[in-house]
């Protein structure tokens, strides 16, 4: 069983998900992870902006949408949705503030039970942790970097691997993981940062571990 959770979110992040958090098929369907829960809910240590809403089953879009006009009405945000297959994003405007919110279908079995954020379900640290390793592999950013950068303070590179090959039967070799860790050197700047982090240092950190990584593979 997961634990409750303290959080720090933005003022219109912490609104909306009070509001989305009264709604039953929401609440039974969906769970928070992504960067922004990874933040707010444990390590407090970058801003992230956009609240990902991931179901483990394929969700009733009408439903979705039913409930976000509700939700803008009451926030008086105007909003605009855009439909990717099994992916609803909505861009909403708050006075002078933005904010994107992702209804995704995510069809993998969580490592461990989610923790709660009152009646909400949040993905726990070490499901967010392993799904940011596998997200490097994906794109280049710089968030996921400094997300990993911070997590791997908790747990080893092998760590993370063992649980992308259990959770997402993947097996992302040493080699490649070091491949992917170099390319760090394609940043150029840092999300905005709550705790002190250097992009030298991110860059730093990184260009080591893809050593070590290779440092097996690699004949005398």
């Given at each position: 069983m997961g634990q409750n959770?303290?959080?720090?979110?933005?003022?219109?992040?912490?609104?909306?998900?009070?509001?989305?958090?009264q709604e039953p098929y929401i609440v039974e369907?969906?769970?928070?992870?992504?960067g922004t829960a990874l933040?707010?809910?444990?390590?407090?240590?970058?801003?992230?902006?956009?609240?990902?809403?991931f179901s483990q089953k394929a969700f009733i879009g009408e439903k979705v949408i039913a409930v976000m006009a509700k939700i803008?009405?009451?926030?008086?945000?105007?909003?605009?949705?855009t439909r990717i297959e099994d992916l609803y994003r909505?861009?909403?405007?708050?006075?002078?503030d933005k904010l994107k919110i992702d209804f995704s279908w995510y069809d993998f079995i969580p490592l461990e039970a989610p923790n709660k954020l009152g009646s909400l379900a949040v993905d726990t640290l070490a499901d967010i942790a392993v799904n940011k390793?596998?997200?490097?592999?994906?794109?280049?950013?710089?968030?996921?970097?400094?997300?990993?950068?911070?997590?791997?303070?908790?747990?080893?590179?092998?760590?993370?691997?063992?649980?992308?090959?259990?959770?997402?039967?993947?097996?992302l070799e040493p080699l490649y993981l070091s491949s992917l860790f170099a390319?760090?050197?394609?940043?150029?700047?840092?999300?905005?940062?709550?705790?002190?982090?250097?992009?030298?240092?991110?860059?730093?950190?990184?260009?080591?571990?893809?050593?070590?990584?290779a440092a097996p593979m690699i004949k005398p």
């Open positions: 959770l303290n959080a720090h979110f933005t003022k219109h992040q912490k609104r909306f998900l009070d509001l989305i958090a369907t969906f769970y928070l992870t992504g933040s707010a809910c444990y390590l407090n240590h970058r801003l992230s902006e956009d609240i990902d809403l803008c009405t009451k926030l008086k945000a105007k909003s605009e949705l909505y861009d909403l405007t708050l006075s002078h390793l596998l997200s490097i592999s994906q794109r280049t950013a710089s968030k996921d970097y400094v997300d990993l950068y911070f997590i791997l303070k908790k747990w080893t590179v092998w760590d993370l691997r063992h649980g992308v090959e259990h959770k997402f039967k993947l097996d390319k760090i050197t394609e940043l150029t700047e840092l999300p905005v940062m709550k705790k002190k982090l250097t992009l030298k240092e991110l860059k730093v950190f990184f260009l080591d571990e893809a050593k070590r990584l």
